[in-house]
């Protein structure tokens, strides 16, 4: 039963700001809807997909670390992934969009823009993988075998401390046999 419903609701369009946690505001620059969310966490409407995970590691996951299924106990759990071979690549969930202490349930990215990160080894535009050789780090190297190749994001700016990244996952089909 809906005693006063709402037909239209009107955005203001001249002028940005960030919404609280569980609040709602128009993003003048992507042109969409922001929902806030704890730790800051700002989501684009349409733009961007997270996935609410706990860390439960005894250790902190940093914003834009690769994370990875680590297993259910309430919440889905999340540990920093590593595309060595050791885990399988059906593991890998994305990037995380916040730090995450331990024992925090928060946001990882599945699709969409990473901010405020260090991205500053990498170039505009370079392909992100998963890393072989560091947990939860990205690597522009595409990673040989018998490694895991994970395409992870694009760099879409390149900077020390507000380093931008495009995550948009995609897991090549592994060929378990030889070619000739």
Same mark, same amino acid.
């Given at each position: 039963?809906?005693?006063?419903?709402?037909?239209?609701?009107?955005?203001?369009? &001249?002028?940005?700001?960030?919404? %609280?946690?569980?609040? =709602? #505001?128009?993003?003048?620059?992507?042109?969409? &809807?922001?929902?806030?969310?704890?730790?800051?966490?700002?989501?684009? *409407?349409?733009?961007?997909?997270?996935?609410?995970?706990?860390?439960?590691?005894?250790?902190?996951?940093?914003?834009?670390?690769?994370?990875?299924?680590?297993?259910?106990?309430?919440?889905?759990?999340?540990?920093?992934?590593?595309?060595?071979?050791?885990?399988? #690549?059906?593991?890998?969930?994305?990037?995380?969009?916040?730090?995450?202490?331990?024992?925090?349930?928060?946001?990882? %990215?599945?699709?969409?823009? *990473?901010?405020?990160?260090?991205?500053?080894?990498?170039?505009?535009?370079?392909?992100?993988?998963? %890393?072989?050789?560091?947990?939860?780090? =990205?690597?522009?190297?595409?990673?040989?075998?018998?490694?895991?190749?994970?395409?992870?994001?694009?760099? =879409?700016?390149?900077?020390?401390?507000?380093?931008?990244? =495009?995550?948009?996952?995609?897991?090549?089909?592994?060929?378990?046999?030889?070619?000739?």
């Amino acid at each position: 039963f809906i005693r006063n419903p709402v037909t239209k609701i009107e955005f203001n369009k &001249l002028d940005s700001v960030a919404p %609280s946690d569980g609040g =709602l #505001s128009w993003n003048i620059a992507d042109n969409t &809807l922001n929902i806030g969310h704890s730790a800051e966490v700002v989501q684009q *409407v349409g733009l961007e997909t997270y996935m609410r995970a706990k860390n439960d590691t005894g250790s902190t996951i940093t914003n834009g670390s690769v994370v990875g299924f680590a297993g259910v106990n309430g919440e889905i759990k999340i540990s920093k992934y590593i595309a060595d071979g050791s885990v399988d #690549s059906l593991y890998f969930i994305g990037v995380a969009t916040q730090d995450f202490a331990d024992g925090e349930t928060g946001m990882i %990215s599945v699709y969409g823009k *990473v901010r405020g990160i260090d991205t500053s080894s990498f170039s505009i535009g370079d392909i992100l993988y998963a %890393s072989p050789t560091t947990v939860g780090g =990205l690597t522009n190297t595409r990673p040989t075998a018998p490694n895991v190749v994970i395409v992870v994001a694009a760099v =879409l700016s390149s900077d020390a401390t507000n380093g931008e990244i =495009l995550v948009r996952p995609t897991i090549p089909i592994a060929l378990d046999y030889g070619s000739f």
